[in-house]
């Protein structure tokens, strides 16, 4: 029964893969050729990170902010291929099936697929902005999901990856996307906790102290005058 189930997923993944591999158009072509590059993410993320700054009431969190995109890549990115490609081992549609399309001479890529280390790295980004902007950048939810489903296409539209490995991918991307932004968001309030700020009555106290002492001197002269 199980093994059943399996090839019935798998046979399910496979005719999508050759759907979507299969219908393309030239400027498509292009489009995601460039979301699938690593230039193009490096592009994407400053834009998310230049436009959370801008409108930050607090522009002093930059540097947790780029700590948090950090761990998303270095968590999805170790996960990804030591925890699910090492230990299933499926191979890449481009290393197992026959008629695949490849544009632009694009190799291959590594031997396995699943899951998808774009789909994983692009969501669990996407969530972390999406949850740390959503209060001062309304639009971000929306423009960092879209770009990363953007990214996910584009994996078996270029052969790269089966559906099945860009659904589980982005699946493990939120996932920790989330727990990423939950682990920044705790070191960002014990942070805030733990500021040296100003005690109640601090400034009346240092005011009385630095005001003219009222010396016999000082009472005795305004009384003559």
């Known amino acids: 029964m199980e093994t059943t189930t399996i090839d019935a997923l798998n046979s399910v993944d496979t005719q999508l893969f050759y759907w979507i591999n299969q219908h393309h158009c030239t400027v498509a072509d292009y489009v995601l050729y460039a979301f699938t590059q690593h230039w193009s993410w490096m592009v994407m993320i400053v834009l998310f990170f230049v436009a959370t700054m801008v409108k930050s009431p607090s522009k002093r969190w930059w540097w947790l902010i780029a700590v ?126 733990y500021r040296p700020t100003q005690l109640p009555g601090t400034a009346d106290a240092f005011a009385k102290d630095t005001a003219e002492p009222n010396t016999p001197e000082a009472t005795t002269k305004d009384t003559d005058n």
């Open 68 to 193: 948090g995109v950090a761990l998303c890549f270095l968590f999805a990115d170790r996960i990804t291929v030591l925890c699910f490609k090492d230990v299933f081992q499926r191979l890449r549609p481009c290393h197992a099936l026959p008629d695949v399309r490849m544009i632009f001479g694009m190799g291959c890529g590594g031997q396995y697929g699943f899951v998808s280390g774009h789909a994983a790295n692009s969501f669990a980004t996407a969530m972390f902005f999406a949850l740390w902007s959503r209060k001062y950048v309304k639009a971000m939810p929306y423009v960092a999901f879209g770009w990363a489903a953007i990214v996910s296409y584009s994996r078996p539209y270029l052969g790269k990856h089966y559906p099945g490995d860009i659904i589980c991918g982005a699946l493990l991307g939120l996932l920790i996307g989330w727990l990423i932004y939950l682990f920044i968001n705790l070191i960002h309030n014990k942070i805030e906790q």
